[in-house]
Structure formats: C-alpha cells, structure tokens
C-alpha cells in the first residue's frame, strides 16, 4: 500500500529533530493536563492511539472537514492505491467483506459489508460463496445486485484502461490472463469471468483455479466493490463514482476541492458497518504542507485525510501547544533505501552490502523525525503488524546494534569484494514533495561520502512515480542506483505486503514496484508455497522465511519502523487508530460532537 504526502516548500527534517524530539519526550512522558485532555475539549496525547477517544460523543449532523497537502491517484475504486484513498473510499463504496470498524490490531479483522456473512469455503479452500443482504442499494435507489459486483471486479481486468490499482484478484482468479476484461468482453451482458458465478442476484460464487489463504483478504480491498454497468465511465469513473455507500460526491476539483453529501437512498439496516454521523464531508487540498498544519492547528479543519504526519514546522507549534490534540501510531509502515540491480554496481550483493553498512542509521532516523516522530531504526523489511514479524529481534546487519551509526571498515571490506575498492558513483531518486525523504537522502549522501561512495541526488516529482521509478527502464537509463520508498501492508500479511515488492511475477514495465528486480527462486517459491497454506502457524512461518531471504539478498536499507505525530481536531468524536489502515484514523465512523 503506497502513501503520499506532498509539501510546496522543502523543509530540513534534521533541523528540528532535536527540539522535536525532546518534546515528543515529555509527550510520552505524560504531559500533565495535555495528557488529560484540554479546555477546549481535546481528548488528551495518544488518546486515539489503538482505542476510542470521546465515542459517546458523536453526534448526527454537521460537516467533516478534511485537509490533504496531495489528492488521491484515483477515487475510482479500480485504481486507487493510496492507502487514505482505501480508507476514504469507504463513505461511497462497499463491498462483500470490510475490516472491522475497532481499534489497532482488531481492526485487521474482518467482518461481512454488503455480504450476509464471511464466506461459506469449500474443503479443498477453492471455492468461496456469498449472500447478499435485502436492502443494499445504489443512489439511485435502484439495488446492488451480485452481477454489479461480478462486474466490479471483473474492471481490474482492464489494465490498458483502468491501470494503477491492486491486481491481485486478477493474478488469483485468472492467472493465466485467458480474460480480456469487461470492455473486451464478447458475451452480451459483459460478465464473462467464468471463475465468478451469479447464479442469481443475491449470490456470488468465486471458483479459485488454486486455493489462496488471502482471498478473502483480496475481497475486502476496495478493489472489488461493486460497479454498475450503466453508470461505468471508465477512465472518468474516478471524477464520479456511483455510490453504493452512504455518502455521494456532490462535486469534486481534482487537486484542489472534493465535497461528499448523504446519500439518501443508503439504508442504515442494512450496513452494520457505517454509521454515517456527518450530514457533509469536505476535503480542501493544499500546494503546501507547512500551510495546512497551520490551519489545522487554527482549527479551519479538523484531520489530515493524507494520514502521514504533521510537518516537523507542524508538528513543533502543535507539540508546544497542542499535546492533547496529537497521537503518536506506529504506521505499519516501512521506510527504505532500494539497490536496482539493472544499475550498475548494484547488481553485485557486496557493493549493496557497501551502502548498508556505510550508512549511519542514528542519522536516518533523525532525518525522519528522530525515534517518536519517525520511528524505531528498520533492521529488516517486515513491519509490525504482518504476522511472522520480528521487529528488531532480527537485525542481520546490526543496523539498531554495533553498526547504528554505520561501520566504514566493513563497507570498505564490501567495497574491495565487489571489485570497487575505491568507491564508486551512483544517484538517489527521491520524491520532491516529501521533506523528510529529501533530509534521508542528504543523510545518506553525507555517509557514504566518508566510505568512498560519491552521490547525487535528483528530485521528481512525487506524483509521477509511476512512471519515474516505476517504469524500470526509465531506473536504468537514469542511473538511479538507489531509489528511496515506503510500503505498508496491502492487507495484513506477507502476501499483502511483500509479493508486489519481491516476487519475480510483479516485476511490470509500468508501475513497478519490485524496483530491486529481485527474481530469486527461492524467495518466489516460498510465495507459491504461502498461498496455498491454510493454516496460521504455517503461513507465519513462511512469512519469516521470506523476510530472511529478502534481508540475506541485500536488496534494501531499511531506515525505520515508521511512527507519525497526527492531529485530530477537538470537534471530532468516535476517533482511533487502526492497523487496517497502517495506522491511520478510521475514517469511517468518525463523528463530530456538535452537529454545527
């Protein structure tokens, strides 16, 4: 899962980390009355932080009032793949299953959304079948039927048209890619998928070729909610989806404005998931990050719909100020630095193995915002909250141990091994818009000078990643030796997480987000082995095999285990943290305590 944050003007990270830090300290500390709560009504530092912060206080009405410093890839349901937009998308689209509306690790769960329950699997976990529950309806009026979600799905098909989006139901139910997708479709009704079957409208069949443990994880993405043919505007689909949910876009101005109004043909008896406090929910993005941190600590907004942490010039006014009205998650995010091996001399291990032990990681992470505001140091590339984690228990290169501030002798050591023993040249690509990526970057610049390894930075602009570090051959022509990233869960698990980054088969020509090129047999192999294990301990384990050979292949620098500082206004109610979205809010059920 891809997260984004944009910010107009560059703002060194490193400079304010001290004074940060020391008072994310006392946050942590206690506070005094910033930890109780506030006069006016905030809920008190971490309040929100994996629990419900002021939940009887929802009431119905108002107008929810989001600020963003980026607007998402795509609103269509198809595309999307920021992980706010996953979470926001949940106002206006459903699907069969959804996570659970709780706190932390519970909400990793998962509960029935348009379906009358989980699915009912077959012995041999091939095939999976729903119900639909009476009273699900478009906003229109007109019912959701199981054939809009067949068709739903069946648009991830559509990869020349509606690209940009997870593609895992696509991979599972046809890997053989024998359908050409809905637009390309000869049958007459369009919903010639033969691994899904609507033998009326109120089931649906999914008849895996091989069983995959994650399905149902795959089917609470917003990927496959349901779309309706008639109202399918394919790659426009995005500027007006059709709601099945409880909220309708009334009108949205890509980059700047998007304004979502009740939906009045949304029946709260049938959605036990929704409980739909706001009359209005508005999001006003803005060119610069620094700019919207203000407004919301004026209390102009009430919650950063990007969900990646406070600006350190933010985060320093609002600490100082405004304790009560911060939370400190864990994201279930991993920051990293990645070697493509098409660049040379990265397609050597021990020139990787150079870099890793030449950075210093105490600087890194205080390039991210020191340990409370960015994070623990990354020691391997399996965040917490993925099952067969380790956390900094598994640190192979003793990245958080005896070579957190980096080792010079073992990366000369690397250097002569690997035939470069007096260092070489290379490029870091680094997205302009993100602050403390650029600081990471000019961190690691900086220590690897000292080892012999002489970098350049170059800047892009963040929203094009796609095709920048995205398209591989554009990687080589570049010379971008070492591309700096982070990844979140897709769903929890090593599936959900490391199969786009690691394994042989997502390595795409466009959107490609294995940018170590990694085609390791062994690592692939364990891939093919995890789908097809139904049991918990079983899949664990694999999953830490996986993130073990990932870690020996020297592919990635992981920075950190990331942490955000995140303001929540003192207008909002029924407010937490979730590990569903890596950390993030729970957008869905958020309230306000007054409806004015």
Same mark, same amino acid.
């Given at each position: 899962?891809?997260?984004?944050?944009?910010?107009?003007?560059?703002?060194?990270?490193?400079? &304010? @980390?001290?004074?940060?830090? *020391?008072?994310?300290?006392? +946050?942590?500390? $206690? /506070?005094?009355?910033?930890?109780? =709560?506030?006069?006016?009504?905030?809920?008190?530092?971490? &309040? @929100?932080?994996?629990?419900? *912060?002021?939940?009887?206080? +929802?009431?119905? $009405? /108002?107008?929810?009032?989001?600020? =963003?410093?980026?607007?998402?890839?795509?609103?269509?349901?198809?595309?999307?793949?920021?992980?706010?937009?996953?979470?926001?998308?949940?106002?206006?689209?459903?699907?069969?299953?959804?996570?659970?509306?709780?706190?932390?690790?519970?909400?990793?769960?998962?509960?029935?959304?348009?379906?009358?329950?989980?699915?009912?699997?077959?012995?041999?976990?091939?095939?999976?079948?729903?119900?639909?529950?009476?009273?699900?309806?478009?906003?229109?009026?007109?019912?959701?039927?199981?054939?809009?979600?067949?068709?739903?799905?069946?648009?991830?098909?559509?990869?020349?048209?509606?690209?940009?989006?997870?593609?895992?139901?696509?991979?599972?139910?046809?890997?053989?890619?024998?359908?050409?997708?809905?637009?390309?479709?000869?049958?007459?009704?369009?919903?010639?998928?033969?691994?899904?079957?609507?033998?009326?409208?109120?089931?649906?069949?999914?008849?895996?070729?091989?069983?995959?443990?994650?399905?149902?994880?795959?089917?609470?993405?917003?990927?496959?909610?349901?779309?309706?043919?008639?109202?399918?505007?394919?790659?426009?689909?995005?500027?007006?989806?059709?709601?099945?949910?409880?909220?309708?876009?009334?009108?949205?101005?890509?980059?700047?404005?998007?304004?979502?109004?009740?939906?009045?043909?949304?029946?709260?008896?049938?959605?036990?998931?929704?409980?739909?406090?706001?009359?209005?929910?508005?999001?006003?993005?803005?060119?610069?990050?620094?700019?919207?941190?203000?407004?919301?600590?004026?209390?102009?907004?009430?919650?950063?719909?990007?969900?990646?942490?406070?600006?350190?010039?933010?985060?320093?006014?609002?600490?100082?100020?405004?304790?009560?009205?911060?939370?400190?998650?864990?994201?279930?995010?991993?920051?990293?630095?990645?070697?493509?091996?098409?660049?040379?001399?990265?397609?050597?291990?021990?020139?990787?193995?150079?870099?890793?032990?030449?950075?210093?990681?105490?600087?890194?992470?205080?390039?991210?915002?020191?340990?409370?505001?960015?994070?623990?140091?990354?020691?391997?590339?399996?965040?917490?909250?993925?099952?067969?984690?380790?956390?900094?228990?598994?640190?192979?290169?003793?990245?958080?141990?005896?070579?957190?501030?980096?080792?010079?002798?073992?990366?000369?050591?690397?250097?002569?091994?690997?035939?470069?023993?007096?260092?070489?040249?290379?490029?870091?690509?680094?997205?302009?818009?993100?602050?403390?990526?650029?600081?990471?970057?000019?961190?690691?610049?900086?220590?690897?000078?000292?080892?012999?390894?002489?970098?350049?930075?170059?800047?892009?602009?963040?929203?094009?990643?796609?095709?920048?570090?995205?398209?591989?051959?554009?990687?080589?022509?570049?010379?971008?030796?070492?591309?700096?990233?982070?990844?979140?869960?897709?769903?929890?698990?090593?599936?959900?997480?490391?199969?786009?980054?690691?394994?042989?088969?997502?390595?795409?020509?466009?959107?490609?987000?294995?940018?170590?090129?990694?085609?390791?047999?062994?690592?692939?192999?364990?891939?093919?082995?995890?789908?097809?294990?139904?049991?918990?301990?079983?899949?664990?384990?694999?999953?830490?095999?996986?993130?073990?050979?990932?870690?020996?292949?020297?592919?990635?620098?992981?920075?950190?285990?990331?942490?955000?500082?995140?303001?929540?206004?003192?207008?909002?109610?029924?407010?937490?943290?979730?590990?569903?979205?890596?950390?993030?809010?729970?957008?869905?059920?958020?309230?306000?305590?007054?409806?004015?």
């Amino acid at each position: 899962m891809t997260t984004q944050r944009t910010s107009g003007r560059r703002k060194q990270a490193m400079a &304010a @980390a001290a004074v940060v830090a *020391a008072l994310l300290t006392t +946050a942590a500390c $206690g /506070g005094g009355k910033d930890n109780e =709560g506030s006069k006016d009504g905030a809920a008190g530092f971490d &309040a @929100a932080n994996n629990k419900v *912060a002021q939940a009887s206080l +929802a009431k119905k $009405g /108002g107008t929810l009032k989001f600020a =963003g410093a980026q607007d998402a890839d795509s609103w269509d349901t198809t595309r999307g793949y920021y992980g706010f937009m996953w979470n926001f998308s949940r106002y206006y689209s459903r699907q069969l299953v959804t996570s659970k509306t709780e706190p932390g690790k519970a909400g990793t769960g998962l509960t029935p959304d348009l379906a009358t329950g989980l699915a009912k699997i077959s012995d041999d976990g091939k095939t999976y079948t729903y119900t639909l529950r009476d009273g699900i309806t478009w906003e229109d009026g007109k019912p959701i039927t199981s054939k809009d979600v067949k068709y739903g799905i069946e648009r991830v098909w559509a990869q020349d048209v509606l690209s940009g989006g997870p593609v895992y139901l696509k991979d599972v139910l046809d890997p053989k890619g024998e359908y050409p997708g809905p637009y390309k479709d000869k049958s007459a009704d369009k919903l010639g998928l033969k691994a899904i079957e609507t033998p009326n409208d109120q089931t649906i069949v999914f008849k895996l070729p091989q069983a995959n443990s994650d399905f149902e994880e795959m089917l609470a993405l917003t990927s496959a909610s349901p779309v309706r043919q008639d109202k399918d505007t394919k790659s426009k689909y995005g500027l007006h989806p059709f709601s099945s949910g409880p909220y309708k876009f009334q009108s949205y101005n890509p980059g700047k404005d998007l304004t979502l109004v009740r939906n009045t043909e949304w029946k709260q008896a049938s959605d036990p998931v929704r409980k739909a406090y706001p009359d209005k929910i508005t999001v006003k993005f803005f060119s610069n990050a620094n700019d919207m941190d203000a407004r919301l600590i004026a209390g102009d907004y009430d919650l950063d719909i990007n969900q990646t942490g406070m600006s350190p010039q933010g985060r320093s006014t609002a600490l100082k100020q405004h304790k009560a009205n911060l939370d400190n998650p864990v994201s279930g995010y991993i920051r990293y630095a990645v070697f493509p091996q098409s660049v040379k001399p990265f397609d050597n291990i021990e020139c990787r193995k150079a870099v890793i032990y030449g950075a210093d990681h105490v600087s890194l992470q205080t390039a991210r915002g020191g340990p409370i505001a960015g994070g623990d140091i990354g020691t391997n590339m399996l965040p917490p909250a993925v099952p067969g984690a380790e956390g900094q228990k598994y640190d192979p290169y003793k990245l958080a141990g005896a070579n957190k501030k980096g080792n010079a002798a073992k990366a000369k050591e690397a250097l002569k091994a690997c035939g470069q023993p007096n260092g070489f040249k290379t490029t870091i690509a680094v997205r302009n818009n993100k602050p403390s990526e650029v600081a990471t970057a000019e961190s690691l610049q900086a220590s690897l000078k000292k080892v012999g390894i002489q970098v350049d930075i170059d800047q892009y602009d963040g929203s094009q990643s796609t095709g920048i570090i995205g398209s591989p051959s554009n990687v080589k022509k570049k010379g971008y030796g070492i591309i700096i990233m982070g990844w979140g869960p897709d769903f929890p698990s090593v599936q959900g997480y490391g199969m786009p980054l690691w394994d042989s088969s997502y390595i795409l020509e466009s959107g490609n987000n294995n940018f170590a090129l990694i085609k390791d047999k062994a690592i692939d192999g364990l891939f093919d082995k995890y789908v097809t294990t139904l049991d918990d301990a079983g899949k664990t384990k694999i999953a830490t095999e996986i993130n073990h050979k990932v870690m020996e292949g020297a592919y990635y620098l992981p920075f950190v285990f990331e942490k955000f500082i995140n303001w929540r206004s003192s207008r909002l109610a029924n407010v937490y943290t979730t590990d569903a979205y890596s950390g993030m809010y729970d957008f869905v059920n958020l309230g306000l305590k007054s409806a004015k």
